[in-house]
């Protein structure tokens, strides 16, 4: 076949053309990443086994991995204006004889019920503005149940943080409702980072302006004690830590100014008045001490513990400012991606001395989402999981996951490569053992290339080694937040 110049840039041409009909996300990179905010079907993913793609499931792992986030971004041609609006849904990637298979529901909130009959965002949330002739009668009217889950007594809690916490059964995902710790404690806020001692105490925060209510809840999921401490300035909490003998409470400068929707606009970025920290004596609330450290944003502590001097030792991942959750990665829901220009979050240690200066030291490492070996919650311990947050030019997110220990520099992380998008991994403690790290690390990545998600189990101190096991979905499901891990 002899060359033709005219057929050459005929082709050329029609290339082109073709090339400038793509969507404009598409041009930008070749891999899917627009799967990990799209709408979920209503109905959610009935029980669908995944396949396994790489190694096979280690022996004695045996349960579910349950994960929460938004999956409701559009109606019609209206996107939702926050990630952080979105509807809830819960999956559950349930483990056993080998196999891995994946259920999601969306948690059926008073929100969602409203929004699907107009098929509309008409409810005000965290940066949406809503409809400004709906009324938000209860901080439940509002709830969204699309941050975490945690599993107590019969009951899957969808957690969200400015409202209720949803029950829903752990197997079949159906919502129950509304969950009430006591008559008088109805639809009080219940933070999406509730933090379970090794003996399956729970201890939480609800976050009401510069009020915290403090709630203990038996293993079995019974209200023991609900009390209340005030920090003096209505700062935006979404997550604390916890010592054996302490609660740590961090009141960080973006603080509630006025009254206007959304919660975003409500709030400011005040850096002049630090991070605060107020330590809670967990037997008495009324005994509580204060520390200051240089200000900071922060969503993510992985946890805390005292040494022997009871000085607190505290991961945190830290943003220089509120940049981040004042945009809420509006242009990725409606298909825009740009390499973001703020600074990453990055892993820090805080470190309170009884008496004297706090200090943060910032190691350097980008990275989010930190999580423990929970049969160390509260106490002395070396490591900590999390997920990258490094920056990409062609996709959001990153796809690698770190362990980092504070006592060594030999650093372990997983690359899986630029067509997947990382998501929170959890510590799984291997049964029978205690000893920190012996375990495996469950987590989920949105495969860009193959428009499906991933979930993958590594040995937790060897994740250089790369996945034991990898099951693939036969779809993608929108990214989530923050997931727990409940035994068979
Ligand atoms: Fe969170």
Redesign the pocket.
Known sequence: MSFSRRGFLAGSSAAMAALATRPAWADQNSLYWQAGWETAPAEGFAPTEMTLVRGKLPEGLNGALYRNGPAQFRYGDKTLPHWFDGDGMVHSIRFANGKAVHTGRFVQTEKRRIEQAQKAFVVPGFGTEGDPNFAVSNPDAANAAN??VLRVGDDLLALWEAGSAFAMDPVSLETRGPKTWREDLKGMPFL??PKVEPNGTIWNLGIGGSRVGIYKISPAGALQEFGLVDTGLASYI??FAMTERSLIILVQPWVYKRNIPPFTASMAWEPEHGLKVLIVDKNDFSKTRWAEMPPRFF??TGDAWEDESGTIHMDIATYENADFVEHGEADIISGKYQKPKTAPAQMAMAVIPKTGEAKLIDTGLPAEFPRIDPRYQGQVRNQVWMIDTSQRDHAPGSSIIRRLNWDSVTPDAHDFGREHMVEEHLFVPRPGSDNEGDGWLVGTTLNMRERATEVHVFDAMRINHGPLASFRAPYAWPLG??GTWASA
């Open positions: 941050t975490s999406a980072h979404h997550d969503f993510h937040f923050h």
